[in-house]
């Protein structure tokens, strides 16, 4: 399966900064994802990257807040805007070959805001 | 909106004992999945079921998917501490793949 790599591994930022998370794939894939996780919780999905246009934003979640770049069928980044401490969570990468088909998840990143 | 729903949310058992978590989800799926997350770790693609009533094995996990492809369950026979982590399953309908609430096992040795 692909190797992703997920940068930062974590971070603390303070209120009211930015932060941008990247991944990158070490194979062409057809679909990425970003996912948020809060602690013992499941899996939300935050929006899926398209390849050369916007993302496609699941409800509750916006592009004011997390824009998503996916520039080339190998990388994507989401930045966290604006953070406030609710914005605290692990944040997942993940890849695949269809929407309803099995993903592969990046070691994710661990962000606190203080 | 669509849910799935798992249970137990957490179970503990002694090291060799079998454990098994249920999957049920709202609406009808056109494949269900499985995931183990370690504590501290990514979730790892274990499995997918497509037909109905189908069955699949990997060692020691046991996987179903119901007759009605809406619900879907693990069994896994003579637990290991290697097996301690949350297991979920993930629904696929409507172009979305929805992560369920999860199950926790902890394995005593």
């Known amino acids: 399966s692909a190797v992703i790599s997920q940068k930062p591994s974590r971070d603390i930022c303070q209120r009211g900064t930015s932060l941008t998370i990247q991944c990158q794939v070490d194979s062409q894939v057809t679909m990425m994802f970003w996912y948020r996780q809060q602690p013992g919780q499941s899996l939300t999905l935050i929006a899926t990257a398209n390849q050369g246009s916007e993302a496609t934003y699941e409800s509750g979640f916006v592009i004011d807040k997390f824009p998503i770049s996916r520039p080339n069928l190998t990388f994507s980044t989401l930045t966290v805007s604006n953070m406030s401490p609710e914005d605290s969570s692990i944040y997942l990468c993940s890849v695949g070959f269809g929407t309803n088909q099995p993903q592969h998840f990046g070691d994710g990143t661990r962000l606190s805001i203080l | 909106g669509q849910q799935v729903m798992q249970i137990p949310q957490y179970q503990h058992v002694q090291e060799g004992e079998d454990f098994t978590t249920y999957c049920n989800s709202s609406?009808?799926?056109?494949?269900i999945q499985w995931y183990k997350q370690r504590p501290g770790g990514h979730p790892v693609f274990l499995i997918q079921?497509?037909?109905?009533?189908e069955v699949k094995k990997q060692k020691r996990l046991t996987f179903q998917f119901g007759e009605a492809k809406k619900n879907s369950s693990l069994h896994i026979t003579a637990t290991q501490t290697t097996d301690v982590g949350t297991y979920f399953c993930a629904g696929a309908a409507t172009n979305k793949l929805i992560f369920g609430t999860g199950t926790l096992l902890a394995v005593q040795p």
């Open positions: 079921l497509v037909k109905s009533g």
């Open positions: 609406t009808t799926l056109s494949n």
